[in-house]
């Protein structure tokens, strides 16, 4: 009955499926040990001064945050060599993408984003009542950007770029983000999702989007997290640089004190840990070559990765994945003949591959 008074664009919309918990796999399956490399998380955890720094704060919680989070704000302004009011701060980057849909999206508008990538834009246009035009991958599994362009049209509002790309870990490059850019109306927002930055910034053919916005592109904008390299994914914060005037245009949006004390506080923390970045690159970097060689030595095509994940091709996927799941590893499933992997730890990455060896052989 109440289908009949929602938003009707809403009904269209399904709502996010989470990687499943490791709690809810020991229970079912009878597991004392699980393995989640399904949501791309940091392996090695939270950086140390972020906990202490959160500490600190545990016991002041009856205070409601900063909503302008000014201290967090300076550090990361400095960081970054952005002004302070060209930061927007959210409940991870994912509430950024809300407000950039609240802010800027009507009915009927369209949003252009290539596929596969980051379900999150599907969703917000689907709730927006957006159009979405969901431009193929090209054949090496990178956002096509020729066709991206051609695909713009007087009632498009946002172009999502994933990059690195999620689920595929790919890049686009500098020299074609830079011709890009340049065919795009200027009040098209270009918002490159920097989710996995901190894997690709020392590439050098890897555009940081930030460098776009110096240049004067005003309607480039850049989203980054604290969720993965830095491994504060369960805290809750990402942000967004962009144009001043697009700030204060997403700041009618952003709920009072969306960024609790503690998120603030850690991610405070986090900014002067460059070791533990370093750390959880050099991880990552291990991980990644070790994979690299056991799918090669197991015939299993795979897409080679910016990020802390790896897209690899495996039939029946879906059963893959359950059987995989049965024995204590949960990867995630991508369409019928895809899995994404999360990067872990050596011996979790070991075991990753000893699993889907057996599984495989069935
Ligand atoms: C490409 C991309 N963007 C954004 C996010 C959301 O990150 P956050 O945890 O900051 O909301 C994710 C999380 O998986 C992601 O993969």
Same mark, same amino acid.
């Given at each position: 009955?109440?289908?009949?008074?929602?938003?009707?664009?809403?009904?269209?919309?399904?709502?996010?499926?989470?990687?499943?918990?490791?709690?809810?796999?020991?229970?079912?399956?009878?597991?004392?040990?699980?393995?989640?490399?399904?949501?791309?998380?940091?392996?090695?955890?939270?950086?140390?001064?972020?906990?202490?720094?959160?500490?600190?704060?545990?016991?002041?919680?009856?205070?409601?945050?900063?909503?302008?989070?000014?201290?967090?704000?300076?550090?990361?302004?400095?960081?970054?060599?952005?002004?302070?009011?060209?930061?927007?701060?959210?409940?991870?980057?994912?509430?950024?993408?809300?407000?950039?849909?609240?802010?800027?999206?009507?009915?009927?508008?369209?949003?252009?984003?290539?596929?596969?990538?980051?379900?999150?834009?599907?969703?917000?246009?689907?709730?927006?009542?957006?159009?979405?035009?969901?431009?193929?991958?090209?054949?090496?599994?990178?956002?096509?950007?020729?066709?991206?362009?051609?695909?713009?049209?007087?009632?498009?509002?946002?172009?999502?770029?994933?990059?690195?790309?999620?689920?595929?870990?790919?890049?686009?490059?500098?020299?074609?983000?830079?011709?890009?850019?340049?065919?795009?109306?200027?009040?098209?927002?270009?918002?490159?999702?920097?989710?996995?930055?901190?894997?690709?910034?020392?590439?050098?053919?890897?555009?940081?989007?930030?460098?776009?916005?110096?240049?004067?592109?005003?309607?480039?904008?850049?989203?980054?997290?604290?969720?993965?390299?830095?491994?504060?994914?369960?805290?809750? %914060? *990402?942000?967004?640089?962009?144009?001043?005037?697009? =700030?204060? $245009? &997403? !700041?009618? +949006?952003?709920?009072?004190?969306?960024?609790?004390?503690?998120?603030?506080?850690?991610?405070?923390?986090?900014?002067?840990?460059?070791?533990?970045?370093?750390?959880?690159?050099?991880?990552?970097?291990?991980?990644?070559?070790?994979?690299?060689?056991?799918?090669?030595?197991?015939?299993?095509?795979?897409?080679?990765?910016?990020?802390?994940?790896?897209?690899?091709?495996?039939?029946?996927?879906?059963?893959?994945?359950?059987?995989?799941?049965?024995?204590?590893?949960?990867?995630?499933?991508?369409?019928?003949?895809?899995?994404?992997?999360? %990067? *872990?730890?050596?011996?979790?990455?070991?075991?990753? =591959?000893? $699993? &889907? !060896?057996? +599984?495989?052989?069935?």
């Amino acid at each position: 009955m109440f289908d009949k008074i929602a938003k009707q664009n809403i009904l269209n919309v399904g709502a996010y499926v989470p990687g499943k918990p490791i709690e809810d796999v020991k229970r079912e399956y009878g597991l004392e040990r699980v393995i989640k490399l399904a949501s791309n998380e940091n392996p090695i955890g939270v950086s140390p001064k972020a906990v202490e720094a959160m500490k600190k704060y545990i016991e002041n919680l009856n205070l409601y945050p900063d909503g302008y989070a000014y201290k967090l704000r300076e550090k990361l302004s400095k960081k970054l060599e952005v002004n302070m009011e060209n930061l927007i701060f959210g409940d991870g980057t994912d509430e950024v993408i809300e407000m950039l849909f609240l802010a800027f999206v009507n009915i009927g508008d369209e949003v252009i984003y290539g596929w596969p990538s980051f379900v999150e834009y599907k969703r917000y246009a689907g709730i927006a009542g957006a159009v979405s035009k969901e431009i193929d991958l090209t054949d090496d599994y990178k956002f096509d950007l020729d066709e991206i362009s051609k695909s713009v049209t007087e009632k498009t509002k946002m172009i999502f770029i994933c990059n690195p790309n999620n689920p595929t870990g790919t890049i686009v490059k500098k020299e074609d983000v830079e011709k890009f850019i340049k065919t795009v109306r200027k009040d098209v927002l270009i918002i490159f999702d920097e989710a996995y930055f901190e894997y690709a910034k020392d590439d050098k053919n890897y555009p940081n989007s930030l460098d776009y916005q110096k240049m004067g592109y005003r309607n480039v904008i850049t989203l980054r997290t604290f969720s993965k390299a830095y491994g504060m994914a369960g805290i809750r %914060i *990402g942000y967004g640089v962009a144009d001043k005037e697009i =700030i204060d $245009i &997403l !700041e009618r +949006v952003r709920l009072p004190f969306n960024v609790s004390v503690i998120a603030q506080a850690g991610a405070e923390g986090a900014i002067d840990d460059d070791k533990h970045i370093d750390d959880s690159i050099r991880i990552n970097e291990a991980g990644k070559k070790y994979l690299y060689k056991e799918f090669e030595r197991l015939g299993i095509k795979f897409v080679k990765t910016y990020s802390n994940f790896i897209y690899f091709e495996m039939k029946n996927a879906k059963k893959i994945f359950e059987e995989m799941m049965k024995k204590g590893v949960i990867v995630r499933q991508m369409g019928n003949n895809n899995i994404r992997v999360s %990067i *872990g730890l050596p011996d979790e990455n070991e075991q990753f =591959i000893k $699993i &889907l !060896e057996g +599984v495989m052989k069935k």
